[in-house]
């Protein structure tokens, strides 16, 4: 089973508006990182948010961690078009393998 | 300074057939990662190379093996191929002497089994 299960499946927002997409695991992490895919290509890495750290920015990118709730939020500010694609959360929880959610599809229409 | 690649960008084969996927990592990157990413999922961690060792492996068969070469590249072998096989097959490089935790992702080799 996937150790991160992404919030919602899907999103469609209008160009400029915010988009929050949420992850919630089960097991202790030791990291959490959200990446993007666009149309079924390669996953680039956004943003990586330590088990000691509660919040990190990135440009137009705000991540959040509770492990206490054991969940992550990420959101995008001021959306464009050019973000629209899949967001995954993923997660180490010791040795050498990162485990990925399902997955939210974001569209943003200009 | 070079990407990930991976070769081929597309094959389809048949049923019981075997197939092999090509990587090479990130320029300067030592340890390779293959995951399995079926339509509309998530990667699935497949295993880990580094220093020509397979050091963690995820829930996958004995139908899938890889190697990894001395230049760091890797291949990813499937033999017995089912129509489940079907996917996404992507490689990651990362640096083992760094974090470690963030991967470098090749574009894939989308695979189609009859």
């Known amino acids: 089973s996937q150790q991160g299960e992404e919030d919602p499946q899907a999103l469609s927002i209008q160009e400029g508006e915010n988009a929050t997409m949420n992850c919630s695991y089960k097991?202790?992490?030791?990291?959490l990182q959200w990446y993007r895919q666009n149309s079924g290509r390669g996953l680039v890495h956004l943003i990586l948010?330590?088990?000691?750290?509660r919040e990190k920015h990135s440009g137009r990118l705000r991540v959040t961690l509770d492990t206490s709730k054991k969940s992550s939020s990420l959101l995008i500010t001021a959306s464009r078009a050019a973000d629209t694609a899949s967001y995954f959360c993923?997660?180490?929880?010791?040795?050498?393998?990162?485990?990925f959610g399902a997955g939210t599809r974001l569209f943003v229409k200009a | 300074d070079a990407g990930v690649t991976q070769s081929p960008t597309h094959l389809i084969k048949t049923r019981g057939q075997q197939v092999t996927l090509r990587c090479s990592p990130k320029?300067?990157?030592?340890?390779v990662s293959w995951y399995q990413q079926a339509l509309g999922q998530g990667p699935q961690f497949i295993f880990q190379?580094?220093?020509?060792?397979?050091?963690q492996r995820g829930n996958f068969p004995d139908r899938f093996s890889g190697h990894q070469f001395p230049n760091y590249s890797s291949e990813l072998n499937v033999n017995a191929l089912l129509l489940g096989d079907s996917a996404l097959y992507l490689c990651?490089?990362?640096?083992?002497?760094?974090?470690?935790?963030?991967?470098?992702f090749g574009p894939g080799t989308r695979l189609l089994v009859l």
């Open positions: 948010i330590r088990s000691n750290e």
């Open positions: 990651a490089s990362s640096l083992a002497s760094g974090s470690g935790e963030t991967q470098y």
């Open positions: 320029s300067g990157h030592d340890t």
């Open positions: 993923a997660t180490r929880t010791g040795g050498f393998k990162t485990i």
């Open positions: 190379y580094y220093e020509e060792e397979e050091r």
């Open positions: 097991t202790s992490i030791n990291n």
